[in-house]
């Protein structure tokens, strides 16, 4: 039987996409790139957002599921935080107001001069359950989540400097053999 | 994501990871309908019932980040799921929104999603996932492709 006898009888069986040559992959992906840059035009800001919105999602899930212990002194949760309201709102001071906090607080969390409240971090909880219902499925205790997985990566990327230290406070003085 | 027995309608969630060496001896042509050892040097993954040590499908890709793209290069279901007596349904659905998930995480709003199709084909990838046919190749993007990822993550 061949090849195209099988894509006829199921057409989900296998798909073989690779390129022959460099030219035809080249011309092929000029005219894709000149096709969905008239559909980009086409999109409205909500779509612009939902997409924005679930981007977020799924990077938060990355860093959740795979973290990552650089020295780069990264705070995920700001990071993570600005990009959640440059998503939605045109100034962050909205978002300030939307949930009640004062906006240069806001700043100071954004700018890792302060950490967040529990009481903050409660109110963004409900406001993302809010924006994500119409977006796609979205867990809000992804923000703790974060929260607490980039304390474990500032920690743990700082091991070498804290540890001679703490290492000396540390004694066992009674241990159990089994 | 699940695929679903064709014989019971049962849904089975999947786990999709990273190809490992040791897998490819495996993958024999007469299972897997091609010869994945030429795709040992590019990003493969596979698909198996979480749980499971059978692989049920796999596919290759190409990231394309100057281009906000990953080229779907090569993606094959195995030989018992293939036709009307397939065993498990939805793996190359499952397999596209895996991608496309990829793509959203890296690109945002200007993911895509492409591969290739003979015009016989073409409209069923079309009708079934949405997506858009220009010359040979067939992509998905935003909004279609933020629909098929919620229609596979949330079923």
Redesign the interface.
């Known amino acids: 039987m061949t090849e ?1 006898k ?14 022959k040559s460099d030219l035809e992959s080249v011309s ?2 000029s ?3 000149e ?2 840059l008239r ?2 035009k086409l ?1 409205s800001n909500d ?2 957002t ?3 919105l ?2 977020l999602k ?2 938060m899930e ?1 860093f959740i599921n795979h973290p990552v212990y650089d020295n780069h002194n990264h705070n995920h949760f700001s990071n993570f935080l600005t990009f959640y309201i440059d998503s939605i709102y045109s100034k962050r001071s909205i978002f300030a107001k939307d949930i009640n906090v004062d906006p240069v607080n806001l700043s100071q969390v954004l700018n890792n001069h302060r950490e967040p409240k529990q009481e903050f971090i409660l109110k963004l909880m409900i406001h993302s359950e809010r924006v994500y219902k119409d ?3 979205f867990d809000n205790k992804i923000w703790y989540q974060i929260y607490f997985n980039n304390k474990i990566c500032e920690i743990m990327s700082k091991q070498e400097q804290w540890q001679p230290e703490i290492e000396k406070q540390v004694r066992i003085s009674q241990l159990t053999k089994v | 994501m699940k695929v679903i027995d064709t014989l019971t309608g049962e849904k089975h969630l999947v786990d999709i990871s990273p190809v490992d060496m040791v897998d490819f001896k495996t993958l024999t042509k007469d299972r897997y309908f091609f010869d994945w050892n030429l795709e040992k040097k590019q990003e493969v993954f596979k698909l198996l019932i979480k749980g499971s040590k059978d692989i049920l499908g796999l596919v290759s890709i190409e990231r394309i980040p100057q281009e906000w793209r990953i080229h779907i290069r090569l993606l094959t279901v195995s030989k018992e799921n293939k036709g009307s007596e397939k065993k498990y349904d939805r793996i190359v659905g499952c397999f596209i929104a895996f991608i496309a998930k990829m793509a959203i995480r890296e690109f945002g709003e200007l993911a895509c999603v492409s591969l290739r199709s003979k015009s016989e084909i073409a409209q069923h990838y079309m009708d079934k996932y949405a997506m858009h046919l220009t010359g040979m190749m067939l992509s998905i993007e935003v909004p279609e492709i933020i629909d098929l990822i919620n229609f596979y993550d949330n079923d």
């Open positions: 195209d099988n894509l006829m009888m199921d057409v989900e069986y296998g798909i073989d996409s690779r390129y092929e992906a005219a894709l790139m096709a969905r559909r980009m999109l779509q612009i939902k997409a924005k679930l981007q799924l990077k990355e977006v796609c499925s």
